[in-house]
Structure formats: structure tokens, C-alpha cells
């Protein structure tokens, strides 16, 4: 079944027996995301509020928090076609008439994916006077604000027209102003550096809602080649429907969206922003973000308003983070040949700790195929990276873990690099976005060195190597080594 709306997909997950139904009235400051984490902890079902204080609009969170529910809403088939596409273009060199014609299957099944022009758009049947009217969360006790958790923020580029779907958070400012946490690294802020740089406003439409695709592309670490439009065609398994009307913005209208919030970021503009308690498990802190001068805001009829709630992991984002590697991670070789597979851990906040396996076919190239990844797109955020040539589960924390650790010699294979870029949200560095990454390089033969002793606690892990100065390494989560 393809889910084409989020009214379309609360339907389905009522049959399926996997929604709750609040119909008493929720306070949408802390209460909701309370009720939320607790039914996350419990690994319960999505929730739909029908009774939010201050807003007319139901509420759906946890619509992504399980295995079963983003199988409702994708299937198989997305996965099973990247994976497709992947042998196909690592076996199609050099090509043969007999290999040309084993892609017919694929190409009448990528003739669905694009985007369709459509006369008219569902999302601007309605308008609202203010963002006071919509039901935006405040989740934890010291955030700055309420926000818009789960926002698809769509910007174009001023030098190329490239388009970029994006999940930025979305602080309420006033009734027509919002803050934008756009950050360099991604591919909206790419777009209003440049649009500030020449000194113009960036046009911006912030959308809620829609299918289930949208929101699933609006966060997967894609190259900047690849349209994350395209990447939510797919997954829907139609074409996605496109309203160009210049009377709206000069920006595409995605014509199933619930909500539209258009408007336009200006230059040399910036307010505080946050703190958040975002993903890390931790608060972001207040610092100054652009901000977005909102035009009109626009819903469909029945609109339903989709949030969710972050913290320390695992959360509602965990089942999303694991079903973008498994729908992606095929596709690695592809881009980076020398990478047989990489896995983030979402345990750890995904950016802050990856392994993957490498070619190591000469000296070094293991280590080649380390700063390969660590150049790659959202990848470059990754803090500590292991890297290993042996064919290991890499879901598999411990063994990944071990196989690397009797393969390295820390002297020469623990590679720190200092005073580099790192994630915005990453505060273990001496400023904002600057900080220190780690390679363990573990590949070949087993090497003896010294007893290795590992002892975990809920938030430390500790690596006591008697022969060398090495102490303590740590990072925030319980990974579950036992």
C-alpha cells in the first residue's frame, strides 16, 4: 500500500492496531512529549492527540517508532531497489548487450520515480492568520521555546536552482517569525551562505506532514548530487506531486504536505536560539541562528500536525536511523569503492561513533578508505570511526568493537585529529563546530600486545591497556558490551 498522506497513514496504522487514541485534552508545553517518552520507553504504539490545548489541529507523534510501523509504511520494495541498483552498477563495467538488457527490470521501475506537475495542491486549500494556531511542542523543561520537531525545510540554491529537503529545527518566535537552525554543513545552509553572501533573502517553504517519503529523504545523509525529492518518490513508489505557482513562491509547492509554512530567511539577520534538548541526550545550547519571516501559512482540510520528541537514545528517531542504513548502506561502494559497508551507531547520537569495513589490498589503504569516509557529506560529522578489513556484523557493537582492538597497536593505529570541523551540536570541542576526531584502525592479522581489559558503566567505557599511556577513552552512551 503506498501511503500518500498522514491522515492516510494514522488510518492505516488504526487498522493495523497500531495507533493510540488520546481524546482528553493534552497541554502541548512538556505534557505531550511526557506522554510520548514514556510510550516510547514502553515501545509502544504512535499516539494521536485529538485534544491539544490552543490548537484546533490533532497532534500524530511516534508514527516512525517501531520496525513494523516504517514496514507499513514503506514495504519492502524501496530496499530491495537500492539494493538493485547497487550490483547492477558494480556488475554492469564494461557493458555488454547481455548486461544492457538485464537492466529493463530497473529502468521501468525507476520510470516511476520523479516528480509530477500537478493544477492544484491540497496544502494551499486553507490558511491560518498566525503559528500560534498550530500545535508546536515544548518537550523538555529548560527548552528555549516551542518548536517544530519534525519540519521538512525546503530552499533552493541562488547559484545552480538545486533544491535541498531538510530537517532544521524551527523555534517559535512570534506570530509570523520563527527562528532557523540552519547549519554549514548541510545542504540549506550551503544555500543561504550564498544568498547572504550576495546579500538577498532565501526563499523557504517549511512543510508538516504529507507521506511518510518526505520526512524519511528530508533526513538522509544523501550527496549533494541527489535530490532528496527524487529519494522520497521512491520510497512513495510514484511519482511525488509538484505545484509551481509563482503566486505562492517562486519556490515548488509539494501539493500532499499537511502544513506550508512559506516565507523567506533574510540576510545578516540573527536571533538566539534554543537551548533544545535535542538527540545527544544533552541540551544545544542558546546561540544565535537566521531567522525566517514567515508570508502565509497554509493546511489542507483534516490536516493532522506530526511531532515528535528527542533525548537521550533511543527515541522515536532510532527506527528512522536504522531503516535509512539499511536502505542506503548498499549503496556505499558505489560512491566510496574501497568501503565494503558502514554503520553508524544510533545509540550514540548516529554522528558521534561509526564503524565500517574497508579494502586493505596494500599498506595503508585501509586508512585511505578511513578519510574517505570521514570526507563524505554527513559522514564528515562522524567523531570516532573504527575501521576494520575483516568481514564483521557491524549491528554487532562488541564483536565490531573486539575485532578492531586485536588488530591495532595504539601507537600507531589510534589516529587523533585536532582542531578540525565537527557537528554544531557536538559541545566537547573548545568552540562551536570545532573539535577532535579518532580513527581506530584495526585490520589484518590478530597482533599481540598487551591484556586488553574492558570495563563498561551506563555512560563510560573504559580501554585500560597496561604496556601504554592510553587511560580512558569515552563517549556518552551505554552501548551494551557486557
Same mark, same amino acid.
Given at each position: 500500500?503506498?501511503? @500518500?498522506?498522514?491522515? !492516510?497513514?494514522? @488510518?492505516? #496504522? *488504526?487498522?493495523?492496531?497500531?495507533?493510540?487514541?488520546?481524546?482528553?485534552?493534552?497541554?502541548?508545553?512538556?505534557?505531550?512529549? $511526557?506522554?510520548?517518552?514514556?510510550?516510547?520507553?514502553?515501545?509502544?504504539?504512535?499516539?494521536?492527540?485529538?485534544?491539544?490545548?490552543?490548537?484546533?489541529?490533532?497532534?500524530?507523534?511516534?508514527?516512525?517508532?517501531? $520496525?513494523?510501523?516504517?514496514?507499513?509504511?514503506?514495504?519492502?520494495?524501496?530496499?530491495?531497489?537500492?539494493?538493485?541498483?547497487?550490483?547492477?552498477?558494480?556488475?554492469?563495467?564494461?557493458?555488454?548487450?547481455?548486461?544492457?538488457?538485464?537492466?529493463?527490470?530497473?529502468?521501468?521501475?525507476?520510470?516511476?520515480?520523479?516528480?509530477?506537475?500537478?493544477?492544484?495542491?491540497?496544502?494551499?486549500?486553507?490558511?491560518?492568520?498566525?503559528?500560534?494556531?498550530?500545535?508546536?511542542?515544548?518537550?523538555?523543561?529548560?527548552?528555549?521555546?516551542?518548536?517544530?520537531?519534525?519540519?521538512?525545510?525546503?530552499?533552493?540554491?541562488?547559484?545552480?536552482? %538545486?533544491?535541498?529537503?531538510?530537517?532544521?529545527?524551527? *523555534?517559535?518566535?512570534?506570530?509570523?517569525?520563527?527562528?532557523?537552525?540552519?547549519?554549514?554543513?548541510?545542504?540549506?545552509?550551503?544555500?543561504?551562505? !550564498?544568498?547572504?553572501?550576495?546579500?538577498?533573502?532565501?526563499?523557504?517553504?517549511?512543510?508538516?506532514?504529507?507521506?511518510?517519503?518526505?520526512?524519511?529523504?528530508?533526513?538522509?545523509?544523501?550527496? !549533494?548530487?541527489?535530490?532528496?525529492?527524487?529519494?522520497?518518490?521512491?520510497?512513495?513508489?510514484?511519482?511525488?506531486?509538484?505545484?509551481?505557482?509563482?503566486?505562492?513562491?517562486?519556490?515548488?509547492?509539494?501539493?500532499?504536505?499537511?502544513?506550508?509554512?512559506?516565507?523567506?530567511?533574510?540576510?545578516?539577520?540573527?536571533?538566539?536560539?534554543?537551548?533544545?534538548?535535542?538527540?545527544?541526550?544533552?541540551?544545544?545550547?542558546?546561540?544565535?541562528?537566521?531567522?525566517?519571516?514567515?508570508?502565509?501559512?497554509?493546511?489542507?482540510?483534516?490536516?493532522?500536525?506530526?511531532?515528535?520528541?528527542?533525548?537521550?537514545?533511543?527515541?522515536?528517531?532510532?527506527?528512522?536511523?536504522?531503516?535509512?542504513?539499511?536502505?542506503?548502506?548498499?549503496?556505499?561502494?558505489?560512491?566510496?569503492?574501497?568501503? %565494503?559497508?558502514?554503520?553508524?551507531?544510533?545509540?550514540?547520537?548516529?554522528?558521534?561513533?561509526?564503524?565500517?569495513?574497508?579494502?586493505?589490498?596494500?599498506?595503508?589503504?585501509?586508512?585511505?578508505?578511513?578519510?574517505?569516509?570521514?570526507?563524505?557529506?554527513?559522514?564528515?560529522?562522524?567523531?570516532?570511526?573504527?575501521?576494520?578489513?575483516?568481514?564483521?556484523?557491524?549491528?554487532?557493537?562488541?564483536?565490531?568493537?573486539?575485532?578492531?582492538?586485536?588488530?591495532?597497536?595504539?601507537?600507531?593505529?589510534?589516529?587523533?585529529?585536532?582542531?578540525?570541523?565537527?557537528?554544531?551540536?557536538?559541545?566537547?570541542?573548545?568552540?562551536?563546530?570545532?573539535?577532535?576526531?579518532?580513527?581506530?584502525?584495526?585490520?589484518?592479522?590478530? %597482533?599481540?600486545?598487551?591484556?586488553?581489559?574492558?570495563?563498561?558503566?551506563?555512560?563510560?567505557?573504559?580501554? @585500560?591497556?597496561? @604496556?601504554?599511556?592510553?587511560?580512558?577513552?569515552?563517549?556518552?552512551?551505554? #552501548?551494551?558490551?557486557?
Amino acid at each position: 500500500m503506498k501511503i @500518500k498522506s498522514t491522515s !492516510e497513514f494514522v @488510518k492505516e #496504522l *488504526q487498522i493495523q492496531n497500531e495507533l493510540l487514541i488520546i481524546e482528553e485534552e493534552v497541554d502541548p508545553i512538556l505534557e505531550l512529549a $511526557e506522554i510520548q517518552r514514556r510510550v516510547v520507553a514502553k515501545r509502544g504504539p504512535a499516539i494521536l492527540f485529538k485534544n491539544v490545548k490552543g490548537s484546533r489541529f490533532s497532534v500524530v507523534t511516534n508514527l516512525y517508532g517501531s $520496525e513494523r510501523r516504517m514496514k507499513i509504511a514503506f514495504g519492502e520494495e524501496p530496499v530491495r531497489f537500492i539494493r538493485k541498483i547497487a550490483t547492477t552498477i558494480q556488475h554492469i563495467l564494461p557493458p555488454t548487450p547481455a548486461k544492457i538488457w538485464d537492466l529493463r527490470n530497473i529502468a521501468f521501475q525507476a520510470l516511476k520515480v520523479g516528480l509530477k506537475r500537478v493544477g492544484s495542491a491540497p496544502v494551499l486549500e486553507n490558511t491560518l492568520d498566525s503559528l500560534y494556531e498550530l500545535p508546536t511542542l515544548m518537550s523538555w523543561p529548560k527548552d528555549g521555546g516551542r518548536f517544530v520537531t519534525l519540519p521538512l525545510v525546503y530552499t533552493e540554491s541562488p547559484k545552480t536552482g %538545486k533544491g535541498n529537503l531538510g530537517m532544521y529545527r524551527i *523555534q517559535i518566535y512570534g506570530p509570523m517569525e520563527t527562528g532557523m537552525h540552519i547549519q554549514i554543513h548541510r545542504g540549506g545552509g550551503n544555500h543561504y551562505y !550564498e544568498a547572504e553572501k550576495e546579500g538577498h533573502f532565501l526563499p523557504v517553504h517549511i512543510y508538516a506532514g504529507g507521506p511518510p517519503a518526505l520526512t524519511i529523504a528530508a533526513v538522509a545523509p544523501l550527496p !549533494e548530487e541527489i535530490s532528496e525529492l527524487i529519494l522520497a518518490s521512491l520510497l512513495l513508489g510514484e511519482k511525488l506531486k509538484i505545484q509551481k505557482n509563482t503566486n505562492v513562491s517562486p519556490l515548488p509547492v509539494v501539493a500532499d504536505a499537511d502544513f506550508l509554512i512559506q516565507g523567506v530567511i533574510p540576510p545578516k539577520i540573527r536571533k538566539p536560539e534554543g537551548p533544545f534538548g535535542d538527540h545527544y541526550g544533552y541540551y544545544a545550547l542558546k546561540h544565535d541562528y537566521p531567522i525566517v519571516q514567515v508570508k502565509r501559512i497554509y493546511h489542507r482540510k483534516n490536516a493532522i500536525w506530526p511531532a515528535t520528541v528527542v533525548g537521550r537514545p533511543p527515541q522515536e528517531d532510532h527506527w528512522i536511523a536504522e531503516y535509512l542504513q539499511d536502505l542506503l548502506s548498499p549503496l556505499f561502494p558505489v560512491v566510496m569503492p574501497a568501503v %565494503k559497508k558502514v554503520w553508524a551507531y544510533e545509540e550514540s547520537g548516529v554522528h558521534s561513533l561509526a564503524a565500517a569495513v574497508v579494502k586493505e589490498r596494500y599498506q595503508g589503504e585501509a586508512f585511505t578508505g578511513a578519510l574517505r569516509i570521514l570526507g563524505e557529506g554527513q559522514l564528515s560529522l562522524t567523531k570516532v570511526l573504527l575501521i576494520t578489513d575483516q568481514d564483521v556484523d557491524l549491528k554487532n557493537f562488541r564483536e565490531t568493537f573486539i575485532t578492531v582492538l586485536e588488530r591495532m597497536n595504539p601507537i600507531t593505529d589510534l589516529h587523533i585529529f585536532a582542531n578540525i570541523s565537527q557537528d554544531t551540536l557536538d559541545y566537547t570541542g573548545p568552540a562551536v563546530n570545532q573539535g577532535s576526531k579518532a580513527i581506530f584502525l584495526g585490520s589484518g592479522k590478530k %597482533k599481540t600486545i598487551s591484556k586488553l581489559s574492558l570495563k563498561v558503566s551506563s555512560a563510560i567505557l573504559h580501554l @585500560k591497556i597496561r @604496556k601504554f599511556p592510553i587511560q580512558e577513552l569515552w563517549w556518552y552512551p551505554d #552501548l551494551n558490551i557486557n
